[in-house]
């Protein structure tokens, strides 16, 4: 069993940036590929960013690239996603997500792992 607690949300200014944090519980972290999803209010679940157990690989939603940047600290049992230039678009509940391979997927139904979400609130 994988415990997942998201942190770092907050409200923020069109333009600024925020970066957010999950810790994870177990011994497996460095063996799980991770991912960040968010849902913005009315619309679907999406994938923001995913990242290999080992960070080598990375995939990012055609909307943040260029100014999110997902990373993990395997030794900390912590993923990242560092959020810049951000847009009042980006205003979302932000979820991470683990999965029992090494390799990422943007597909939410390849997780099985999910936190509890954190708040990113960016004003215009």
């Known amino acids: 069993q994988v415990q997942l607690v998201e942190s770092g949300g907050g409200l923020v200014q069109a333009g600024g940036s925020l970066k957010l944090s999950c810790a994870a519980s177990g011994r497996t972290f460095s063996s799980y590929a991770m991912a960040w999803f968010r849902r913005a209010p009315g619309k679907e679940r999406e994938a923001v960013a995913a990242i290999s157990a080992s960070g080598a690989v990375t995939y990012y939603e055609d909307s943040v690239k260029g100014r999110f940047t997902i990373s993990r600290d395997n030794a900390k049992n912590t993923l990242y996603l560092q959020m810049n230039s951000l847009k009042p678009e980006d205003t979302a509940v932000y979820y991470c997500?683990?999965?029992?391979?090494?390799?990422?997927?943007?597909?939410?139904?390849?997780?099985?792992?999910w936190g509890q979400g954190t708040r990113v609130t960016v004003s215009s």
């Open positions: 997500a683990s999965r029992t391979r090494t390799l990422p997927t943007m597909n939410a139904e390849g997780y099985d792992y």
